[in-house]
C-alpha cells in the first residue's frame, strides 16, 4: 500500500504542475499583454480556466494531506525550513483567487477592478515562482534542518541561485502552457495568432532560464547535469521532450489544437521525470549530506493502510465528479455560443 501512496503523491504534485501551472500562466500571458488586448486575453482566459481554476488546488490539497499524513518527517522539515517560500505561495494562491473571483463576479464594476486586475496578474507570477524556489529547495541539499540561526535554518535554505532560477523557469513553463491551452480557445483568427506569439516568446523564455538553471546549479554546486544525463531513462526523456517540442509546433502550423495540448503536458512531465527518476526514493536532501527518503519516512503500517485505501476510495469519487464539472461548463458554453 505505500507505493500505491506514493504513487498519489506523485501524480497529486505533477497535476499540480501541470493543471495549475497553466492557471496561473494565463495571468502570466495578461501580464505581458497590451492594454488594447488585455479584455480579448481575459474573456478567452476566464473561458478556459473557470471550470477549473478552484478545482486546481485541490491537487495541491492532497499532496499536502498525504504528506501531513503518511509522510510527517517530510512534512515537518518542509514545513519548518520552508515555511517563508510556502507561506508566500498561499499567499499568491490566496489573492489570486480572490481577485479572480470579485473581478470576474463582482456586482459592481467600479475603480476596484484596477485593483483586481493587477493583484491577479501579480499573485500569478509570484505563486509559481515560490512553487519553484520550493521543488528546487528540497533536491538543492541547501536545506539544514540543525542551524543554529534564523538565516541558515529559514533564509539560505530556500534563497540562493539555483533555486531562484528554477522559479524563474516555472514562472516561463507556466506561460508556455497557458499559450498553449488558449490557442484552441482563440475564437478568431487574430486571437489565435496572439497566443502563437506567446507561446513561442514563453518558449524561448523557457529555454533560455534552463539554461540559467544549469549554470545556477553548478554554481551552488547541485549535481543536476549527473541526475538528468546520468542514467538512460533521463537521456531518453530529455529526447522525447525535445521531440515533442518540435511536433507541438508542427501541430500548431497544421492546427491540432487538441493534440499540442498534450505534448506541451508531456514536454513538462518528462523535465520532471528526468530529476525525480534520479532522486527516487529521496525527497529532501539536507545540507548535511542525508537524504530524507519517502519509503523510509513513512507512517505507522495502519496509517499507510488506511491513507491508500482512503486515496483510492476517494479518487472513485472525485475524478468522475471532476469530468463532470468539465463537462457541463462545456455544454455551457456551447450552449451560450449558440
Known amino acids: 500500500m505505500q507505493y500505491v501512496v506514493i504513487t498519489f503523491l ?18 502570466i500571458i495578461e501580464m ?11 474573456s478567452i482566459s476566464y473561458h478556459a480556466i473557470g471550470p ?16 501531513f499524513v503518511g509522510f510527517p518527517t517530510i512534512y515537518a522539515t518542509m514545513s519548518t525550513c520552508l515555511h517563508i517560500p ?12 480572490t481577485a479572480f473571483v470579485f473581478r470576474s463576479y463582482d456586482a459592481v464594476k467600479d475603480n476596484m477592478q484596477w485593483w483586481y486586475n493587477r493583484i491577479f496578474r501579480y499573485s500569478s507570477f509570484i505563486t509559481p515562482f515560490f512553487l519553484g524556489i520550493i521543488a528546487a529547495s ?16 529559514y533564509v539560505f535554505g530556500w534563497l540562493n541561485w539555483f533555486s531562484v532560477a528554477v522559479g524563474c523557469f516555472t514562472v516561463t513553463l507556466s506561460g508556455y502552457l497557458a499559450a498553449i491551452y488558449l490557442i484552441g480557445e482563440a475564437n478568431d483568427e487574430d486571437g489565435r495568432n496572439r497566443f502563437i506569439n506567446k507561446a513561442t ?10 539554461a540559467v538553471v544549469f549554470i545556477a546549479a553548478w554554481a551552488d554546486g547541485v549535481p543536476l547535469p549527473k541526475w538528468v544525463f546520468g542514467h538512460v531513462p533521463g537521456i531518453a526523456a530529455v529526447i522525447a521532450a525535445f521531440a515533442s517540442l518540435a511536433l ?12 499540442i495540448r498534450i505534448l506541451a503536458g508531456f514536454q513538462i512531465v518528462m523535465i520532471l521525470f528526468c530529476v525525480g527518476y534520479s532522486r527516487f526514493p529521496y525527497f529532501i536532501a539536507l545540507k548535511s549530506g542525508r537524504d530524507i527518503s519517502l519509503l523510509q519516512s513513512l507512517a505507522t503500517e495502519g496509517t499507510i493502510q488506511m491513507l491508500g485505501w482512503a486515496l483510492l476510495l476517494g479518487s472513485l469519487i472525485i475524478l468522475p465528479a471532476l469530468g463532470y464539472l468539465l463537462y457541463s461548463f462545456q455544454k455551457k458554453a456551447n450552449t451560450i455560443e449558440v
Do not use: P, Q
Open 10 to 27: 506523485c501524480l497529486s504534485i505533477v497535476l499540480y504542475f501541470l493543471l495549475g501551472g497553466a492557471d496561473f500562466g494565463a495571468g
Open 32 to 42: 505581458f499583454t497590451s492594454k488594447k488586448n488585455r479584455g480579448k486575453t481575459r
Open 52 to 67: 477549473i481554476w478552484e478545482a486546481n488546488h485541490m491537487w495541491l490539497v492532497i499532496a499536502i494531506v498525504i504528506l
Open 86 to 97: 510556502l507561506a508566500l505561495m498561499l499567499c499568491g494562491i490566496i489573492a489570486r483567487g
Open 138 to 153: 528540497v533536491v538543492s541539499g541547501k536545506v539544514d534542518d540543525t542551524a543554529g540561526n534564523f538565516l541558515d535554518a
Open 201 to 210: 516568446w514563453m518558449n524561448i523564455a523557457a529555454i533560455f532560464f534552463g
Open 248 to 259: 507541438l509546433w508542427w501541430c500548431v502550423k497544421k492546427r491540432y489544437d487538441g493534440f
